[in-house]
């Protein structure tokens, strides 16, 4: 079963390959849908970023959401059909 997470990284901020399947909805905050649990995301970004700052959060739905980067509200809808 896949989880939709919001994911909030900084310090570094990732490169593109580290989260290819994630939408990036503004700088360093994500949306990704996965089959990992939250404990294993967070410890596979933190693995390999070793950021200062982290948040891995499961979402029951896509939030709602304004302001953000341009497109990232119909990347976000193509997460929910996956």
Not at 3 to 12: A, F, M, Q
Not at 13 to 35: F, H, K, M, N, Q
């Amino acid at each position: 079963m896949t989880t939709l997470y919001l994911v909030y990284i900084r310090d570094p901020l990732p490169s593109e390959d580290i989260l290819a399947d994630a939408v990036e909805l503004d700088i360093g905050l994500y949306l990704i849908r996965t089959d990992q649990t939250r404990s294993q995301l967070y410890h596979a970004i933190k693995r390999k970023l070793s950021p200062a700052i982290l948040l891995v959060a499961p979402l029951s739905d896509l939030p709602k959401f304004k302001g953000m980067r341009d497109g990232a509200t119909r990347e976000a809808v193509g997460l929910m059909v996956r």
